[in-house]
């Protein structure tokens, strides 16, 4: 089943030639309406014109998400205020995070690219789709909620959390299709379990979703098992769209990238050049049908590889493997991206703790972070301690949305710690 | 009332942490007259009077120990049963507030003391300048703490 069959089936040099049109019309509007490009632009000594083949891509800047927050709120706008309807944030690493806008046309655009993926996964006018992911700023909800819409599913507006809650809704609306985190996933089978309840004789599950977390292929078969249902990979992140940029097809094998959408390269993220196809590599995707903010060559930091040759499924856009890792020390934690360096900010700026600190990832809900309490500072009262592990955690909450566990530690107890990674200690198994 | 100090150690809640500490005294040949222990959320704080107060100060803090050294109030208290109570009466009626406390007896049960932490020892001590108490004396405590 196709949503848009033309489209999704079409011929590589058809695709080719409608990718350099949109390509050359992005760049002229990015060129004309966003400064930061037009001076990026005179600084390389190129002009539009100068692209006239796929392959002159290589000749424009990358965008970096830096790039984005420098230019927060508006500055990376190409139309008038008055033309955009809609406002999502990424988180960022300073505090301030990525704006990103989207027109009436942009919100449509992203709707057909999930109503494809939806329709790619054999879901029908019929079915229930159950929206786990959280509502609000970040883009993983209302983007897939749009996109069902189109589709003529009936949604089911959940959000995350409320378990019990979720589960009366999976039954009594007979939901057929869940969009969740993978931890999310995991936590809901333990529910099931425990409550008794088996997810073949009790609920109508068909298929779930699951996004905004890295995970296995091992914990997607385990999913698929417990739940007895096909569980589809799906990629995306808010500066473009959110979700739906790519998607797995029933054969699972890799995630269709909407190439029409967007222009695919794999590059090595040391040297900017481009890597045999088949290779692994950061992604970087530029915008070909954004109206209110078209992004040049955007390093998204994630890692894949362009799985070669034809897909069973007749599509022609080429597909990319999961995500195998980032590029940067970005790490998520309950759906929500974290950098550590907004944990070291936050304890920076907390009186009685010493700059060296370990973040320990158990699981993708729990987090620990452990500091050591500065040896001059210390007074021997335990009641000032306590008051400094509430205040970390506090800050910490408040500053990264997840309430991390606070171990305090005698000074020295830490590795010194030479780069950033070894901050991070990752105890998950995917 | 002469000053007392307790040396005060924050510990990770872990086997072994007590007994480094207490390698340390034992090294330097430090007697230990009393010890408080209070532990949170995986961390606590070991307290302790000891004969040799500086000393252990300075060899804690040369093996690494996290340590503080603060002036605490030690109070006699006659060992019989009222004893606390007569204490704690009259801090009452000074309004001088107890942060922590604990217990050390001098000469097997003849005599206690109440070391008692406060919020500011100056003030304290000002106000209960002219009680009753008897506090601690540093001459006699170190002839009758030796034995």
Redesign the interface.
Known sequence: MFWQKEIETIGRKALEELQLKRLKQTVQRAYKNIPFYSDKFSKLNIKPKDINSLKDIKKLPFTTRENLRENYPFGLLAVEREQVVRLHTSSGTTGKPKAIFFTKKDINQAAELIARCLIMTGIKKDDVLQNMMTYGLFTGALIMHYGAEKVGVLVIPAGPGHTKRQLALMQDFKTTTLHLTPSYALYLADVMSNEGLDPKRDFFLRRAYLGAEPYSEETRKKIEKFFSIDVFNSYGLSEMNGPGVAFECMEKNGMHLWEDNFIIEIINPETGKEVAEGEKGELVLTTLCREAMPILRYRTRDITMIIPGKCKCGRTHRRISRIIGRTDDMFIVRGVNIFPQQIEQVLMGVKGVAQNYQIILESYDQMTVRVEISRDLFDGRIEHLMNLQNEITEKLRSEILVKPKVELLEPGTLPVSEGKATRVIDKRTL | MDKLK?I?I???NKPGRLEKITKVLADEGVNILAINI????????I?FIVDKCELAYQKLKQK???????EVLAIEMVDKPGGLYEVARTLSQKKVNI??AYVFILESRKRAFLIVEVQDIEKAKKLLQYVKLKFYREAEFKKKGKK
């Open positions: 307790q005060s924050f510990s990770e209070a532990s949170s959320n995986g961390f606590g704080v307290k690494g120990f996290t340590v503080s050294l603060n942060e922590n």
